[in-house]
């Protein structure tokens, strides 16, 4: 794709989301913008119901499946090493805090099912 008409993408996104806030507004309902923290803990919640410790909020039951929440930390600690220098100290320690908790867990449980 040439770079012409990703500019002219680029700017029909940014109106359409223009409007959308602006109308949002209007009607004074909420209009939900994308924030790092919440895709971080997006992310460290798929993890855990991966691993079983959390109900699927779509099925609700309790599923486990290990691969998926490997996937999903090795995901978090990809960010981690591609956002080094550029998150600010709050999302620094959330990153921290989820892959040291996500690891210990997945190590307790990976433990569980070898026994």
Do not use: C
């Not at 012409?4 to 109106?15: F, P, T």
């Not at 591609?82 to 433990?111: P, Q, W």
């Amino acid at each position: 794709m040439n770079e012409e008409v990703k500019k002219k993408v680029d700017e029909e996104w940014k109106n359409f989301v223009a409007k959308e806030k602006e109308e949002a507004n209007k009607q004074k309902t909420p209009y939900y913008e994308a924030d790092f923290k919440i895709f971080l803990s997006s992310l460290s919640m798929q993890a855990m119901i991966a691993m079983g410790k959390l109900e699927n909020p779509i099925t609700k039951t309790v599923e486990k499946n290990m691969e998926q929440a490997r996937y999903l930390i090795d995901t978090l600690a990809i960010i981690k090493e591609k956002t080094k220098g550029n998150l600010n100290k709050e999302e620094e320690a959330l990153l921290n805090d989820s892959l040291f908790n996500l690891r210990l867990i997945y190590v307790e449980e990976k433990n569980k099912n070898d026994r």
